[in-house]
């Protein structure tokens, strides 16, 4: 089954604590991409990524780290969580063709307190 | 950065009802996308519209692409209980390849 997995799903931690949320994506795509939501914010993107090592920064990057080492995986870092990263996080992937037919992980919902 | 004015914010309605909501901008586009999100996962792609006044269906759901290419519609016909979600409009304003999101419509529908 072609799917976007993220891991972990939920996760509460605290100020400080690096920690790495998994994205592993099994369609061959080349683009992919981390997005936060937040009420009233929507969907904003974080950074993205078009293709093995190749990575930039979305429209909120300050906090956050990627890498993009092997096609199928975009893990997302944060070195030192702050409360105002507590949010829901959402990886996506799609042929770099098709940036607009983009396919959704099920979202990781990180707590710092 | 640059958003999509999506309205309305919320919709609450019977079942059976019909829906329709929008998206504006201040700039041309020239891709819209509508995505849905339901509760607890990502949100999916619905319907992709590619060309000025395009109106394509998907189910019980049609959307269309402006003519003025600054706006795009979703109309739901026909609601039922599973079209409750947060419905997202996106798009590709001129030349430029990032993708713009609305900050979504939520839709609560009555049984």
């Known amino acids: 089954e072609a799917q976007v997995t993220q891991n972990p799903r939920y996760l509460i931690t605290v100020t400080g604590k690096k920690l790495t949320v998994t994205c592993s994506q099994n369609m061959n795509h080349e683009y992919m991409s981390w997005y936060r939501q937040d009420p009233g914010l929507g969907l904003r993107q974080i950074y993205y990524s078009m293709n093995v090592e190749v990575t930039d920064k979305g429209d909120v990057p300050e906090g956050y780290k990627v890498s993009r080492k092997e096609k199928r995986n975009f893990p997302l870092i944060l070195e030192s969580p702050s409360p105002n990263q507590t949010s829901l996080y959402f990886c996506?992937?799609?042929?770099?063709?098709?940036?607009?037919?983009?396919?959704f992980g099920p979202g990781t919902r990180l707590t710092v307190l | 950065g640059q958003q999509l004015n999506q309205s309305p914010q919320s919709m609450f309605i019977q079942e059976g009802e019909d829906v329709s909501m929008n998206c504006t901008s201040s700039s041309i586009f020239n891709t819209w996308l509508w995505y849905k999100q339901e509760p607890g996962e990502g949100p999916v792609l619905l319907i992709a519209l590619y060309k000025a006044g395009e109106l394509t269906s998907n189910g019980r759901l049609t959307a269309q692409f402006g003519i003025t290419r600054k706006d795009s519609f979703l109309n739901i016909s026909a609601s039922i209980p599973s079209d409750v979600g947060i419905y997202f409009c996106?798009?590709?304003?001129?030349?430029?390849?990032?993708?713009?999101w609305g900050l979504g419509t939520s839709l609560a529908v009555n049984p």
């Open positions: 996506a992937s799609s042929p770099l063709l098709s940036t607009d037919t983009q396919y």
């Open positions: 996106a798009g590709y304003a001129g030349n430029n390849r990032k993708l713009i």
